[in-house]
């Protein structure tokens, strides 16, 4: 069965999609770009602040599914600059330990409003 997931702790949609979809043993959580879900504005311009807070806003999908990191096997970061990929990788793996998921990591020519990062992740409950 499907589902939607959604949480205040994370940023809404800004556009025709869901934080997050369930379909029981499988979760995807839509790509999270730096915004405060408070304000809906980027915590900063900063790429290691961008990170923390992309990494954040999944942390809070992932709970409201009744999950955390450990749960996650894949994710895919999309950078607007792969000069800034020592600097995201160091963020993202803070969050993680092993086995840590399979994961690419591309640049991209933009991204949604002008962000430096965009990580989306999918998650098993096996």
Not at 25 to 39: K, R
Not at 75 to 94: G, Q
Not at 110 to 117: C, I, R, S
């Amino acid at each position: 069965m499907f589902k939607t997931i959604s949480t205040d702790l994370a940023p809404s949609a800004i556009g025709p999609y869901s934080q997050a979809t369930d379909l029981g043993n499988l979760v995807f959580i839509s790509g999270q770009i730096p915004l405060d879900p408070a304000t809906m504005e980027f915590v900063s311009d900063d790429i290691k602040e961008q990170t923390s807070q992309v990494m954040e806003n999944i942390s809070a999908i992932l709970k409201e599914a009744g999950l955390s990191f450990k749960n996650v096997v894949k994710m895919n970061i999309y950078l607007d600059s792969m000069e800034n990929f020592s600097i995201v990788n160091e963020i993202y793996a803070s969050y993680l330990s092993e086995p840590y998921p399979a994961r690419a990591a591309v640049e991209v020519s933009q991204l949604p409003k002008g962000a430096k990062v965009e990580i989306e992740a999918v998650a098993t409950r096996n």
